[in-house]
Nanobody
Framework: QLQLIESGGESVRAGGSLELSCASS????????MAWFRRGPGKEREGVAT????????SYANSVKGRFTITREKAKNILYLQMNSLKPEDSAMYVC???????????????????WGKGTLVNISS
């Protein structure tokens, strides 16, 4: 089993920055992909960013490219999401996730996720 605990969510003004963290514990060797998903009010859950644990390869949703950066601190098993130039539409519950590659690639899909955190709430005001 793998436990994922997010932190860092808060209310900020549009244009601001925020960094989310996700601490993982337990069987961290059972996964090779880590990701951030989000679910905004009245919206479907969407993948935001993913990172391959072994090689550090990252992938982003088009809506956040150039603004968000996903990183992972291997020694501490902490996943980060640095969010810059925040917009009101970025308001959502951000959820940390972990799973395995599909076709050798970490994908932004719920179908490849085995573990989910409970989320941390981000609110962006205009």
């Amino acid at each position: 089993q793998l436990q994922l605990i997010e932190s860092g969510g808060e209310s900020v003004r549009a244009g601001g920055s925020l960094e989310l963290s996700c601490a993982s514990s337990g069987n961290t060797y059972s996964v090779n992909c880590m990701a951030w998903f989000r679910r905004g009010p009245g919206k479907e859950r969407e993948g935001v960013a993913t990172i391959c644990i072994d090689y550090g390869v990252t992938s982003y949703a088009n809506s956040v490219k150039g603004r968000f950066t996903i990183t992972r601190e291997k020694a501490k098993n902490i996943l980060y999401l640095q969010m810059n130039s925040l917009k009101p539409e970025d308001s959502a519950m951000y959820v940390c996730a972990a799973g395995l590659p599909y076709g050798g690639v970490c994908r932004l899909s719920r179908d490849v996720i085995d573990y989910w955190g409970k989320g941390t709430l981000v609110n962006i005001s205009s």
